[in-house]
């Protein structure tokens, strides 16, 4: 079992940065890709992120590329999403998520962390 908790989540104003964290326990170490999900109301979840414990590859979803970035800390057992220029649109609860692979994270994630609001007014 993975155990996920995200922080981080607020209100800010449109071209604000916010920076959520997600600090995994568990079995981290047969679930080395991690990553962020979200979903809008009345929208389907949306791969945000992904990064692993083991390398520096990232991975983004193409609504975010250039504005957002996911790093780790492995001493912390923690991911980080730095999310800058927030537009409305972001608005979400975001998930931290984690799987065995990068392809089964973005497809079928294993483990879910319980969500963080974000809230981005114009």
């Known amino acids: 079992q993975v155990q996920l908790a995200e922080s981080g989540g607020g209100l800010v104003q449109a071209g604000d940065s916010l920076r959520l964290s997600c600090a995994a326990s568990?079995?981290?170490?047969?679930?080395?890709?991690m990553g962020w999900f979200r979903q809008a109301p009345g929208k389907e979840r949306e791969f945000v992120a992904a990064?692993?414990?083991?390398?520096?590859?990232?991975y983004y979803g193409n609504s975010v590329k250039g504005r957002f970035t996911v790093s780790r800390d492995n001493a912390k057992n923690t991911v980080y999403l730095q999310m800058n220029s927030l537009k409305p649109e972001d608005t979400a609860v975001y998930y931290c998520?984690?799987?065995?692979?990068?392809?089964?994270?973005?497809?079928?994630?294993?483990?879910w962390g319980q969500g963080t609001q974000v809230t981005v007014s114009s």
């Open positions: 990064i692993r414990w083991t390398d520096i590859n990232t």
């Open positions: 998520a984690a799987g065995p692979t990068i392809a089964v994270l973005t497809t079928t994630p294993r483990y």
């Open positions: 568990g079995r981290t170490f047969s679930n080395t890709a």
